[in-house]
C-alpha cells in the first residue's frame, strides 16, 4: 500500500512525513523528487496480543508513505508530479489551516477550504487533460479502421469527458467489469482514493466547525478528512516511551496520533482490514481486501498457504480479550474452524492448515 503525501509549498507535509517515517530531510534539493519511507500501522489490538503472547518476535503490518514535490506553478506545469501521483495507490493531501507570521503561504493567506478546492480542480484538470487528448487519438484511428474495442472505448472516454466536465472526481463514476479493464492501465489521478490531513494549531484539533466545512464537500467526492497538527505530532515523537505518549495525548484531549488516524483512514480507503497471526514465537499483522476468503488470506502470509489451504482456525480478538486465552476460548466452543468459503473479518485471528 503506497500513499503519496501531496500539498501546496509551507503546509507543514514534509513535517507531517518526516514525524509519520522518522525520515529526516536533510537536502532541501531532495524535495524536488519523491521521498520514500514507511511506517507501522498502529493498532492497539495488536499491542494487546504482543502482551498477552510475550513472542520472541512481533511484526506490525507496514504502510508505504511517499513525499510527492510540492504542488507549485512549475511542478504542475511540467505535469511530473501527476507521473508521480499517478504510481501511487491512495493520495493524502495535507492542507493548511494554522496561522503563523512566520510561515509565509504562497497565496498570501490561509484559507484551506480555497486550497482544497484548488488542487481538487488540478487534480480533475489532469485527468480532463489526458481524456480529451485520448478521444482525439481515438477517432483518428476509428476513421482510418473501424475497431470494436476502439470504438467502445471512444463511447467510454466521452462519458468521462462529461463526468469530468461537471468537475467531479472519476473515483465516483459507476463502471462495468469491461469499462474498468479498458482504463485499468490509463494514470487517472482522481480514480484513486484521497485522504485530506488538514494541519491546524493545536487550539483547533477538536475544531468541530473547521471539520464540518469539509466534511459535505468529502463526503460527496468520497473523500476521507482529518484534522491534524504537525507541530503537536513533533513534540509527541519526541517523547521516549508510550505511557509519555498517551499521558501527553490525554492531557491535550487527542484520542489518537496522527499516524494512527491517517492509517486508518487509509485502510478505509483502500478497503483494507487488519488479520492476526498468533504465538509464542511471532505475533503478526497482515492486511487484506475486506470481502477476501481465508485461502486469499493465507495466500497474504505465504503463497504455499493459499495454494495447499486445507482449513483455517478462527477465533475472534474480542473474544479472546473477554476469555483471556485460547484455552477457554476452547472450553467455550469459539475456536470455529472455517473452509474456503469463509469471508475473513476485520480482526481474525488465524491459524491456516495447509498441505503442499
Known sequence: MKVGIIGLPMTGKKTLFQI?????????????KPLPGSADILDSRF??????YEPKKNVRARIDLVLLPKMEAETISKGEIFRDIADMDAICHVIRAFEDDAVYHAKGSVDAV??????????VMHDQIFVEKRIERLEAMVKKIKDEDQQKELVL?????DFLEDEKPLRLIKLTDDEEKMIRSYPFITRKK??????VSEDDLENEVLLSLFARSCEKRQIEVMLVSAKVEAEIAMLDTREEKEEFLEGLGIKETA?????KLCLKSLNLISFFTV???????WLVKNGSRAPRAAGVIHSDLERGFIRAEVF?????MEKGSEAELKKNGQIYVEGKDYLVEDGDILNIRFSV
Open 20 to 32: 509519520l517515517t522518522g525520515n529526516e530531510i536533510k537536502e532541501p534539493s531532495k524535495a524536488l
Open 47 to 52: 499491542d494487546k496480543l504482543v502482551e498477552m
Open 114 to 123: 480555497r486550497d482544497f478546492e484548488m488542487v481538487n480542480s488540478e487534480l
Open 157 to 161: 472516454m466521452n462519458k468521462l469527458k
Open 194 to 199: 484521497l485522504v485530506i490531513a488538514v494541519n
Open 259 to 263: 499516524l494512527e488516524s491517517l492509517t
Open 279 to 285: 504465538g509464542k514465537d511471532e505475533v503478526r499483522q
Open 316 to 320: 475472534k480478538y474480542a473474544e479472546l
